[in-house]
T-cell receptor, first 111, second 111 residues
Framework: EADIYQTPRYLVIGTGKKITLECSQTMGHDKMYWYQQDPGMELHLIHYSYGVNSTEKGDLSSESTVSRIRTEHFPLTLESARPSHTSQYLC??????????FGPGTRLTVL | GQQLNQSPQSMFIQEGEDVSMNCTSSSIFNTWLWYKQDPGEGPVLLIA?????ELTSNGRLTAQFGITRKDSFLNISASIPSDVGIYFC???????????FGTGTRLQVFP
């Protein structure tokens, strides 16, 4: 099982602010993912990484960006937040090829 | 894009009843995963299935990987109040390790 940490758990900010959502895992997993989820709805992949210096866009277009400078750390950044970015953001990492384990999520509200 | 149809969308049952939900797709999957998500938390992996026809149990939960590799079901026996939550299926397509998530089944259990 994976220990995945996300901070902050909740964030309320004003339009135009720059924010970074943190995600870290201590298991040395190479593959990490970011999903966006509206309340009670399905998860949509927005970014993924297969290792250090590897980042790819997911199936759902997102204005956010990610970086992977260290194996254990996969932060997501919004340069200028807008109300349409209000959602829950979930980070996950892979054990092996198949099983993804999720962090607790960050619930973002942009006013 | 790829789609997973999950049903039912919601269920309201009495404690002690059995529950069944399923996911279907027009695509063939290599892996099926079942997750449970509590409000404000990340999804938690319940069961992973890797072979067509595979039947796997985890306590009161039983899941099967369909023979056609296009569907999967999850059964919960003798439901209890803590089973309340949203259940998601997720499928992994051939030649990719990205997951596609179903639309979720919201389960309510009444005492």
């Amino acid at each position: 099982e994976a220990d995945i940490y996300q901070t902050p758990r909740y964030l309320v900010i004003g339009t135009g602010k720059k924010i970074t959502l943190e995600c870290s895992q201590t298991m040395g997993h190479d593959k990490m993912y970011w999903y966006q989820q509206d309340p009670g709805m399905e998860l949509h992949l927005i970014h993924y990484s297969y290792g250090v210096n590897s980042t790819e866009k997911g199936d759902l277009s997102s204005e956010s960006t990610v970086s992977r400078i260290r194996t254990e750390h996969f932060p997501l950044t919004l340069e200028s937040a807008r109300p349409s970015h209000t959602s829950q953001y979930l980070c996950a990492s892979n054990v092996g090829d198949n099983e993804q384990f999720f962090g607790p999520g960050t619930r973002l509200t942009v006013l | 894009g790829q789609q997973l149809n999950q049903s039912p969308q919601s269920m309201f049952i009495q404690e002690g009843e059995d529950v069944s939900m399923n996911c279907t797709s027009s695509s063939i999957f290599n892996t099926w995963l079942w997750y449970k998500q509590d409000p404000g938390e990340g999804p938690v992996l319940l069961i992973a299935l890797y072979k067509a026809g595979e039947l796997t149990s985890n306590g009161r939960l039983t899941a099967q990987f369909g023979i056609t590799r296009k569907d999967s079901f999850l059964n919960i026996s003798a439901s209890i109040p803590s089973d309340v939550g949203i259940y998601f299926c997720a499928g992994q397509l051939k030649d990719t390790d990205k997951l596609i998530f179903g639309t979720g089944t919201r389960l309510q259990v009444f005492p």
